[in-house]
Every structure is written in structure tokens, then in C-alpha cells.
């Protein structure tokens, strides 16, 4: 540990310390002072412990004042971060115990789930899950009610709204366990990435898509150009006569506008398939 972070203000400790080490100090050093100055003087020491003393409350309420005002930054600061959190329309937080039930929701869960943190408090994780990834669900929560204390997941979880419409999250959340090492349960905060998971399904759908159309076109392109690669080959290495090379040539033509038929049917064909 860091020594700026043992001596953080933000520990309770260290602001009654830093308190404490400048009130004996004063104290100490300025009774010194007092005695070697108005040993003999009674009426001035008098006035003296007087100043001493309001001195000491005046300095003393500065540094609570910096010290208390340094805390409450950074506490302000971390609940501009939380208030960020809560208000964000795809972010939040819930809480699960060891069996599955929501004890906390952010109340924002309504704009991602349709429901209100109330309506989904007191149910379990699974009773919003899709039909399709129940087992699939049931087995990674296990997993991670099984998991070591101090080791963070992430995992996607899919779920469904109050209209029946699938909805993606992300969560990044710890396990929850009491001073035992027994599981409490689990908390996360989340994203919703459902726009995010279903392009990128979209694009693989379209990519497998189109490796499909490319093998199953391959042949309208391999055979004219095998024919027009051919021609170019007994152009170019052997001697025939004039109207062997015209005829040549015709079919040489012929090819080249088989190819551009292929090409032109494939690339409507992938017109077709990617608007759809």
C-alpha cells in the first residue's frame, strides 16, 4: 500500500490523527513560549492563554474545515459518479441473493427491463430469463455462486422485458459473502448492449450469407474464365491460322460475356440477400 493512500484524508483515522498531532503540539510548544516569556508577568500570561486558546480554536476550525470540506469532495464526487450511474438509461445495478432473488434494483431498470425496480424486487433472476436460455442461465449462475470471493465476472445475461422483446445486458459484478466465506448472493451493475449484440448477429448472419452465395456461384465464374484463361494461352504460345484465331477470338468474346452475366447475377444476388 501506497504511503499517499495510508495517509488519505479520506480515512477517519487520519483526520483524527492529523487533529490530534497539531492541538498537542501547539499546546506543548506554546506553554514553552508562555513560561520563558511572562514567567514573572502573571496578568500578561493570563491575557496570553487567553489569545493561546482563541488561536487554537481559530486554527483548529480551519484545519477541521479543510480536512472535513477534502472529504466531502471526494464524497461529492463519487456520488456524481453513482447519481451518473443511476440515471443513465442503459446503465444500473441490481443485487441477487444465493437464491436467485433481486434484493435491490436501480430504479432506472424500468427503462431497460419496462418494469419498475418494485415489480421485480422479490423475484427471481430466472423468472425474466427467455424460455431459450434458461439452462444456459441456470448453469453459468451457478458458476458463479460458486466462485472465489474476490474474483470479479463478466458475463452477458439475456433477459426479457415486460413486452416479451429480448434485452441483452452486460454485467460486471463481485461475489457477495458474509464474514463466514458462506455466498450471499452477488451484485453487478450493467449495460444494456442489446442494439450492440443484435448488429453484430446481424452482420455474422449476413457474412455467412454471403460465404454461401460465393460458393454456390463459384462455378458460373470458374468456367468462363477457365475458357477465356485457355483461349489466351493458344494466342499466345501456338501458330494457327487466321480463322482459327477469328474463331478463337468469337469465343473468346462469348466467354467474356458469360463472366459478366455471372458477375452481374451474383452481385444482384447480394443486393437481395443484404437488404433483407
Avoid at 479543510?66 to 441490481?94: A, H, M
Amino acid at each position: 500500500m501506497s504511503k499517499a493512500k495510508i495517509f488519505s484524508i479520506n480515512q477517519p483515522w487520519a483526520i483524527t490523527l492529523v487533529y490530534m498531532f497539531v492541538g498537542i503540539n501547539w499546546i506543548f510548544f506554546s506553554d514553552i513560549l508562555i513560561s520563558n516569556v511572562f514567567s514573572d508577568d502573571i496578568q500578561e500570561m493570563s491575557r496570553f492563554q487567553m489569545i493561546k486558546g482563541s488561536l487554537y480554536v481559530l486554527l483548529t476550525g480551519f484545519l477541521l474545515y479543510y480536512l472535513i470540506k477534502s472529504l466531502y469532495d471526494q464524497v461529492n464526487g463519487r456520488n456524481q459518479e453513482l447519481e451518473l450511474l443511476f440515471t443513465n438509461p442503459n446503465l444500473g445495478i441490481f443485487k441477487v441473493d444465493e437464491e436467485g432473488y433481486f434484493t435491490h434494483v436501480s430504479p432506472n431498470i424500468i427503462n431497460v427491463m419496462g418494469y419498475t425496480d418494485t415489480e421485480i424486487i422479490g423475484k427471481k433472476l430466472i423468472d425474466f430469463t427467455p424460455e431459450d436460455f434458461i439452462n444456459e442461465d441456470l448453469s453459468r449462475l451457478e458458476k458463479i455462486l460458486q466462485s472465489d470471493v474476490d474474483k470479479a465476472f463478466i458475463i452477458n445475461k439475456h433477459l426479457q422485458n415486460k413486452k416479451g422483446e429480448l434485452v441483452i445486458i452486460e454485467m460486471h459484478g463481485i461475489i457477495l459473502k458474509d464474514k463466514t466465506g458462506d455466498t450471499k448472493g452477488f451484485i453487478t451493475a450493467f449495460q444494456n448492449i442489446t442494439k450492440q449484440e443484435l448488429f453484430l448477429h446481424s452482420l455474422e448472419g449476413k457474412n455467412k450469407q454471403l460465404q454461401d452465395l460465393a460458393s454456390d456461384q463459384s462455378h458460373l465464374v470458374r468456367a468462363p474464365l477457365a475458357r477465356i484463361l485457355g483461349i489466351i494461352e493458344l494466342l499466345q504460345h501456338i501458330e494457327i491460322d487466321p480463322a482459327e484465331k477469328i474463331e478463337l477470338i468469337n469465343h473468346l468474346k462469348t466467354s467474356g460475356e458469360e463472366l459478366d452475366e455471372a458477375l452481374k447475377d451474383i452481385s444482384k444476388k447480394m443486393s437481395s440477400r443484404l437488404t433483407k
